[in-house]
């Protein structure tokens, strides 16, 4: 597993990909929060926190992650690698854990450098440090449990197509609906008092992101993203 995790990390760092992916994570949200003038400018907003931040970064990363890993295992298929890969003294958890965690830990390194917006609200508040770490640390972990999501469907994504544009549009479209769509539905008027909601992981991230870290969420996260490890595993293991 070490070896794939090895590999996976020296593929995205030995070409542009990796530098590209905290480049392009970086400068829309330094864009959208601290120079374009609307309403996630923070600066305009009039009080500090990082609100605008915890909002948008989802969104960025329903298109950005599946970018990630749309050639994880695209590329494996394509060039015929895949039976190659089979035959390494290697299960096919090992190879699906250590692409997962490979993806996994390029978002972390992405997300590392915003720590740096933490310190610049403490120092905007009025009186300086005024901050509700809480909140702030709490959607930080809802944003690592929403990656290792996101993570894990863009893997299951990836082994649907030798082709990486269609796995890049199965990830977003599949993110998309994990994220939003059952929120969408428990609007619809038939199903209102269902919770459905529930269901989806923009509520079990906005409960988290209050700064209250409930075993039900952090549960929901974890069997979100087994679940979709385990069909990348009956996948792969056709392919």
Known sequence: MLAILKKELNLFFASPIGYLVIAVFLLFNGLFLWVFKGDFNILNAGFADLNNFFFISPWFFIFLIPAITMRTFTDEIKLGTIEILKTKPVTSWQIIIGKYLGVFILIILALIPTLTYVYTIFKLGNPIGNLDFGSTFGSYFGLLFLASSFSSIGLFSSTLSNNQIVAFIIGVALSFFMFY???????????????????????????????????????????????????????????
Do not use: C, P, W
Request: no cysteine; charged share 20%.
């Open 181 to 239: 769509g059952f929120q969408a539905i428990a609007e619809l008027e038939i199903v209102k008092n269902m919770s459905i909601e529930n269901l989806g992981l923009q509520e079990h991230f906005n409960s988290i992101s209050r700064g209250v870290i409930d075993t039900k969420d952090i549960l929901y996260f974890i069997s979100v993203t087994f679940f979709f490890l385990f069909l990348t595993k009956l996948n792969f293991d056709k392919l």
